[in-house]
């Protein structure tokens, strides 16, 4: 069953737009997770943040967490044809990870 | 190291054959995943290993479904028999502690006609 569950399901952007995706889950978490799946690819993981941060940052990512409202997002700033890909959440269960089923991004040149 | 080590990449196979499925762990992760993705389902876990041992199997669909790992690096996961409804990418990943990012492999394609 899935934790996570992404907004919107699919995404399409011109390049240089930034892209927003969010990710609501159920129960509480010690971190959440973003990955990134390339089509016919594995997953490749983005960024995790902890329960007890609000923001992080990476390169053009910034990722959000608000524990009271179970939310998070990612936004890609600055979006290039690269970036087109599915983008899952993923919220621990003890040790394992529990994905969502993603947000398609497509970024068109 | 060369990350997560899966094969075969695609299987095709008819049903009521049995298939096995095989990862390669990174080198020092203790953990280790089987996940199964469809369209319709999106990525399920299906069960997870510590130090070789099994903890979690409660995503395993059905008892034609086993996972084992017999040593640090290697785990297979088989269907016996397998059925249609079993087509889809099925992905190993291994994390070396809790709370950190896990790292995948590219999947096997498993198509049961």
């Known amino acids: 069953s899935q934790q996570g569950e992404e907004d919107p399901q699919a995404l399409s952007i011109q390049e240089g737009e930034n892209a927003t995706m969010n990710c609501s889950y159920k129960?509480?978490?010690?971190?959440l997770q973003w990955y990134r799946q390339n089509s016919g690819r594995g997953l490749v993981h983005l960024i995790l943040?902890?329960?007890?941060?609000r923001e992080k940052h990476s390169g053009r990512l910034r990722v959000t967490l608000d524990t009271s409202k179970k939310s998070s997002s990612l936004l890609i700033t600055a979006s290039r044809a690269a970036d087109t890909a599915s983008y899952f959440c993923a919220t621990d269960k003890g040790t394992a990870l529990i994905f969502g089923k993603g947000t398609t991004l497509s970024v068109s040149s | 190291d060369a990350g997560v080590i899966q094969s075969p990449r695609h299987e095709v196979t008819e049903m009521g054959q049995e298939v096995t499925l095989r990862c390669k762990p990174i080198?020092?992760?203790?953990?280790l995943f089987w996940y199964r993705q469809t369209m319709m389902r999106g990525l399920e876990l299906l069960i997870y290993?510590?130090?070789?041992?099994?903890?979690?199997d409660s995503g395993m669909p059905e008892d034609r479904f086993s996972a084992k790992m017999p040593n640090a690096s290697f785990s297979t996961l088989k269907i016996q028999p397998s059925e249609p409804r079993d087509s889809a990418v099925y992905f190993c990943a291994s994390s070396p502690g809790t709370n950190t990012e896990a790292f995948f492999g590219q999947g096997t394609r498993l198509t049961v006609v």
């Open positions: 290993f510590n130090n070789n041992v099994p903890i979690d």
């Open positions: 943040i902890r329960s007890n941060e």
């Open positions: 129960t509480s978490i010690n971190n």
């Open positions: 080198s020092g992760h203790d953990y």
